[in-house]
T-cell receptor, first 109, second 115 residues
Framework: SQQGEEDPQALSIQEGENATMNCSYK?????LQWYRQNSGRGLVHLIL?????REKHSGRLRVTLDTSKKSSSLLITASRAADTASYFC?????????FGTGTRLQVFP | GAGVSQSPSNKVTEKGKDVELRCDPI?????LYWYRQRLGQGLEFLIY????????KSGLPSDRFSAERTGESVSTLTIQRTQQEDSAVYLC?????????????FGDGTRLSIL
C-alpha cells in the first residue's frame, strides 16, 4: 500500500520560477526521502530528512518536515528545464520504503 | 558496472507465458528490492532481500510471482502465467546495507507488456 500522497499531482512552471511539492503520510516515521524520476528511467535519490530535523538543504533543493502534521515539502528554487521529472516522497517501514504517488513537474524554457 | 543493471529493458509477451526479469545490483550492496510501477503511478513494493536472511515477500501480489537472489549478487523476478494486469515497469533497487535511512539506487527498469 502507498503511505504517502504528493500534492499537486502535476505542476507546470516557467524556468526560473520556484516549484513546491507536498507530501502527506499516515503513520509515524524515522525519516523521509525524496526521489526524482526522469521519464523512462529509474528513481534517483535526492535528499533524506530525519524525523528530528525540520529543514534540510541541498543545492537548489529545500526540504521541510512537520511530523505533527505528517507532511513534508520539497522546494526547488530557480527551476530549470532539466528539472522536468516526477518527484516522489518515500517513508520508512522497517527496512523498506513506501513511496507516494508522485508529482509530475514540467518546467518550460 | 557502476549502477544497477536490469534486463531486458523491454519485454513483450503473450498472456499466459512465463517471464523472467533480471537485476544486477551495485557490487557490494547487501540489500535488494523489487518494485512494480504501473503507468503514471507510484511504486508498489514487491520483495526485499537482505544478505542471507529470509526475504520479505509481503508485497508479492499473488503466487504467480516469485523471486530469487544468489548470495549478494544477481536477482531474478519470475512471473508465471502472465496476465494483462501484470503489464507495468518492474524496477530493481539496491542499497549498501539494509535500513530505513539508506538511499536506494535504482535501475532503469524492465517495461513488461502483456498482449
Amino acid at each position: 500500500s502507498q503511505q504517502g500522497e504528493e500534492d499537486p499531482q502535476a505542476l507546470s512552471i516557467q524556468e526560473g520560477e520556484n516549484a513546491t511539492m507536498n507530501c502527506s503520510y499516515k503513520t509515524s516515521i524515522n525519516n523521509l526521502q525524496w526521489y526524482r524520476q526522469n521519464s523512462g528511467r529509474g528513481l534517483v535519490h535526492l535528499i533524506l530528512i530525519r524525523s528530528n530535523e525540520r529543514e534540510k538543504h541541498s543545492g537548489r533543493l529545500r526540504v521541510t518536515l512537520d511530523t505533527s502534521k505528517k507532511s513534508s515539502s520539497l522546494l526547488i528554487t530557480a527551476s530549470r528545464a532539466a528539472d522536468t521529472a516526477s518527484y516522489f516522497c518515500a517513508t520508512d517501514d522497517t527496512d523498506k520504503l513506501i513511496f507516494g504517488t508522485g508529482t509530475r513537474l514540467q518546467v518550460f524554457p | 558496472g557502476a549502477g544497477v543493471s536490469q534486463s531486458p529493458s523491454n519485454k513483450v509477451t503473450e498472456k499466459g507465458k512465463d517471464v523472467e526479469l533480471r537485476c544486477d545490483p551495485i557490487s557490494g550492496h547487501t540489500a535488494l528490492y523489487w518494485y512494480r510501477q504501473r503507468l503514471g503511478q507510484g511504486l508498489e513494493f514487491l520483495i526485499y532481500f537482505q544478505g542471507n536472511s529470509a526475504p520479505d515477500k509481503s508485497g508479492l501480489p499473488s503466487d504467480r510471482f516469485s523471486a530469487e537472489r544468489t548470495g549478494e549478487s544477481v536477482s531474478t523476478l519470475t512471473i508465471q502465467r502472465t496476465q494483462q494486469e501484470d503489464s507495468a515497469v518492474y524496477l530493481c533497487a539496491s542499497s549498501l546495507v539494509p535500513g530505513r535511512d539508506q538511499p536506494q539506487h535504482f535501475g532503469d527498469g524492465t517495461r513488461l507488456s502483456i498482449l
